[in-house]
């Protein structure tokens, strides 16, 4: 059976729009739509249920504070969304979900942007042009206390109490499932968890990687307030996030995406093309490195993998990404640990003349990368990375890779090897 490719929407309003396309666009998404005003909540379950979606699309009522806003809180005061409870909404209340494999791929948001009346009275003041339409949005839509920074802040400081959860339930799941999972590779002739074997797309994660949610998204209606988004991703050292900018006539809009899992997005989904200077430096790091190298790099590229100790060429399959149209190569490569740095190196001879050894095994990776040499008149290594948590290994890997290629293109690879 096909594990459920399943997603949340914060606030689906009336309609219900963005999970009746998704369903209608994906036949193997699912969504739990959630609604706080009683009467889009209504509307929301009925269009549901018109469109024959109610297997798919599970429609759920929240309720706000008793000030009547739209923050969601728990009994103690504080903002609640309660991601980690999303499983219990769907599948027929299904409380054992997450264990039986349920993980949330998305979640949607499109923020209340103002914090009073008066803020969206100003933010119309200064437009330079009228809008062409009417704003049918309910109070409780736009309007939230602190404005969609503070909602959004407080999405993105829960979801790390929700990874925290998450793990709790991974060390419960025990040392059963680890061995499981080795037993599965083994038999798929497989390292890396099956997410990254698919470059980050899988809906099949590893136990140990296991999330409620994989990516968090919203929109964000003002520029600054992208700004204010990244201090707290800094500040809870969030580095796996992605931010976009779509623009529709006059209207101008960004979202945000985060992640707590060790799977990289590329860089043309995670980075705006042609940033503005306030936007570029806001921008995540790129997960995409590439190198000038010299002529004959491509077959030098495998030999010197294959002469690496430590690390896995899972996949060799051949892509037409060259700029002037010449299939290049695509590796993927991974590595339990740092194997090629000098310290590493000088651990293993120490380790060896000591009888020690080594570091115990781990169930996944440190790193994946997708490597190739792409042609042109001046042929580039290119380096992405697909998976892992250590940014310094991924450029380390990708430095020494690129270096040590340009010395073969320099000396011969007789004298490399």
């Known amino acids: 059976m096909q594990p459920l490719n399943l997603h949340s929407h914060r606030g689906t309003g009336a309609s219900a ?3 009746l396309l998704g369903c209608a666009l994906e036949p193997t998404w699912a969504f739990i739509a959630t609604e706080l005003d009683e009467r889009s909540y209504n509307f929301a379950s009925t269009n549901v249920c018109i469109n024959n979606l109610s297997d798919r699309i599970c429609v759920v009522k929240i309720s706000g504070n008793t000030s009547g806003d739209s923050e969601v809180h728990s009994q103690d005061g504080k903002l609640q969304f309660g991601f980690e409870h999303l499983f219990s909404e769907f599948g027929g209340k299904n409380d054992s979900a997450y264990d039986d494999g349920m993980e949330i791929q998305f979640t949607m948001c499109n923020p209340p942007f103002y914090r009073s009346l008066e803020d ?4 119309e003041a200064v437009k330079e042009f ?9 109070p409780v839509e736009m309007i939230t206390p602190g404005g969609e920074v503070h909602f959004v802040g407080a999405m993105v400081r829960e979801s790390v109490h929700s990874k925290a959860a998450a793990e709790e339930g991974v060390t419960r799941l025990g040392e059963d499932h680890k061995l499981k999972e080795k037993r599965r590779r083994a038999a798929d002739g497989s390292v890396l968890p099956r997410a990254a074997e698919t470059e980050a797309n899988s809906t099949h994660p590893s136990r140990s990687e296991r999330q409620v949610v994989r990516w968090y998204t919203s929109m964000l209606g003002k520029m600054s307030s992208v700004e204010e988004i990244v201090k707290v991703f800094k500040e809870l050292t969030i580095t796996n996030y992605a931010i976009t900018e779509f623009v529709q006539g006059q209207t101008r809009r960004w979202a945000v995406g985060w992640s707590h899992s060790s799977y990289r997005l590329s860089d043309d989904i995670a980075r705006i093309a042609h940033p503005n200077p306030t936007l570029q430096r806001l921008l995540p790091l790129r ?3 590439r190198f000038p190298l010299g002529d004959g790099a491509g077959e030098l590229l495998q030999r010197v993998l294959d002469d690496m100790e430590g690390i896995n060429v899972s996949l060799r399959r051949a892509n037409d990404r060259a700029d002037n149209g010449e299939k290049c190569e695509v590796c993927m490569v991974l590595a339990m ?3 090629w740095s000098r310290g590493a190196r000088r651990k293993r001879k120490r380790d060896a ?5 080594g570091a115990a095994a781990t169930l996944d990776p440190a790193l994946a990368c997708l490597v190739a040499v792409v042609p042109g008149e ?5 380096v992405r990375w697909v998976y892992g948590r250590d940014r310094a290994l991924f450029e380390s890997f ?3 890779v690129a270096a040590k290629v340009n010395r073969g293109c320099t000396v011969g690879a007789t004298a490399l090897f």
């Open 130 to 138: 009228a809008a062409f339409g009417v704003c049918t949005g309910a």
């Open 378 to 382: 001046v042929p580039d290594l290119e």
């Open 17 to 19: 729009i963005y999970p």
């Open 337 to 339: 640990q740092d194997s």
């Open 398 to 400: 990708a430095s020494h």
């Open 353 to 357: 003349a000591l009888g020690s050894e």
């Open 287 to 289: 997960n995409t490195l």
């Open 120 to 123: 969206v009275t100003e933010s």
